[in-house]
C-alpha cells in the first residue's frame, strides 16, 4: 500500500513496517540534497516529531514522522550519498523504516491520485 502526505512524504507499508521517503515533487523543489541526518535505529518517534534533517543548495529542512512507531532501519546509502534523493526519491532513496502499531491510521493519507492532483 503507497500513501502520501501533505508534506510531500511517501509511505509504503509492508505488514507491520512502514518505509518513508520524499517524493519527486520534494525532491524537485528542494534541489540539489548534499546532506541528510537519518534517525538511529531502536528510536521511539510520535506522529509529527522531526526524523530526519536534509539540506540541499536551496534549504535546509525537516522530515517529520509520519506516525508513531519505533525506528527499524536506516537508509545509509543517502547519508553517504545525499544526491540519491534527487535521482530517486521513489525508490533507492527511501530514509528510514518504522515498526508502526496500527496500520489503519494510513487511512488518514492520500492515495497516488489524490496526491497527484494536489502537486499536478
Not at 14 to 27: K, Y
Not at 88 to 107: N, Q, T, V
Request: proline residues 3%; charged residues 20%.
Amino acid at each position: 500500500m503507497l500513501k502520501f502526505t501533505d508534506d510531500h512524504e511517501w509511505l509504503r507499508l509492508e505488514g507491520d513496517t512502514l518505509t518513508v521517503g520524499i517524493t519527486a515533487h520534494a525532491s524537485a523543489q528542494l534541489g540539489d540534497v548534499v546532506f541528510v541526518e537519518l534517525p538511529d535505529v531502536g528510536t521511539e518517534l510520535s506522529a509529527g516529531d522531526d526524523a530526519v534533517t536534509i539540506e540541499s543548495v536551496k534549504a535546509a529542512s525537516d522530515i517529520c514522522a509520519p506516525l508513531a512507531g519505533e525506528i527499524t532501519a536506516v537508509n545509509d546509502a543517502i547519508v553517504e550519498t545525499p544526491s540519491l534523493v534527487n535521482d530517486d526519491p521513489m525508490g533507492a532513496a527511501w530514509f528510514f523504516k518504522m515498526k508502526i502499531a496500527d496500520a489503519s491510521a494510513l487511512d488518514g493519507f492520500m492515495d497516488e491520485a489524490a496526491y497527484a492532483a494536489l502537486v499536478g
